[in-house]
T-cell receptor
Framework: QQQVKQSPQSLIVQKGGISIINCAYE??????FPWYQQFPGKGPALLIA?????SEKKEGRFTISFNKSAKQFSLHIMDSQPGDSATYFC???????????FGGGTRLMVKP | EPEVTQTPSHQVTQMGQEVILRCVPI?????FYWYRQILGQKVEFLVS????????KSEIFDDQFSVERPDGSNFTLKIRSTKLEDSAMYFC???????????FGDGTRLSIL
């Protein structure tokens, strides 16, 4: 019940296209959903996060869509660029503490 | 921009030896965390620490692991008797407060021989 399932494992998108990464969870106590971007040799860097009181949050080219009833959330990267090539992790934590439960990661490659 | 720093970047240790991984969290942050990432797998929570005590820990964080804030700036993870399966990237993170965004360091790669 603590799992966060992420798909796809890998994704190839052409420059200028839209990258979409999906996550699903079971634990209804989860109430904070961040996305992290990780480049090789670096730690995860917080990209954008959402709480369940809103269905969508946008920051620049990055948008989180959240569907509370389906227990799903997704990251959309608009106008994808080669510099966006990285591994993306969704995560979740519940209202009882700070532990982040991570999804399995998606390796994104944006082709020029 | 303030960042979490971790040392060393790579640690090679013989199985059965003790190892200490070090972290300097962001200076005004109050909550500190350790996560690990086995090669090719997802990031896994180990422990959170606040006010000089453990606030949460996972099943992975057994008696072989301990954390300490020995002074006002460092936060350490000690593994008492390392096993081959402890080989992983270990990430330190910190946050300003409870349920605030967590900021990660670049990790220490621990290799157990």
């Amino acid at each position: 019940q603590q799992q966060v399932k992420q798909s796809p494992q890998s994704l190839i998108v052409q420059k200028g296209g839209i990258s979409i990464i999906n996550c699903a969870y079971e634990n209804t106590a989860f109430d904070y959903f961040p996305w992290y971007q990780q480049f090789p040799g670096k730690g995860p860097a917080l990209l954008i996060a959402i709480r369940p009181d809103v269905s969508e949050k946008k920051e620049g080219r990055f948008t989180i869509s959240f569907n509370k009833s389906a227990k799903q959330f997704s990251l959309h990267i608009m106008d994808s660029q080669p510099g966006d090539s990285a591994t993306y992790f969704c995560a979740a934590s519940n209202n009882a503490g700070n532990m982040l439960t991570f999804g399995g990661g998606t390796r994104l490659m944006v082709k020029p | 921009e303030p960042e979490v720093t971790q040392t060393p970047s790579h640690q090679v240790t013989q199985m059965g030896q003790e190892v200490i991984l070090r972290c300097v969290p962001i200076s005004n942050h109050l909550y500190f965390y350790w996560y690990r990432q086995i090669l090719g797998q997802k990031v896994e929570f180990l422990v959170s620490f606040y006010n000089n005590e453990i606030s949460e820990k996972s099943e992975i964080f057994d008696d072989q692991f301990s954390v300490e804030r020995p002074d006002g700036s460092n936060f350490t993870l000690k593994i008492r008797s390392t096993k081959l399966e402890d080989s992983a990237m270990y990430f330190c993170a910190s946050s300003e407060g409870q349920r605030q965004p967590q900021h990660f360091g670049d990790g220490t790669r621990l290799s157990i021989l």
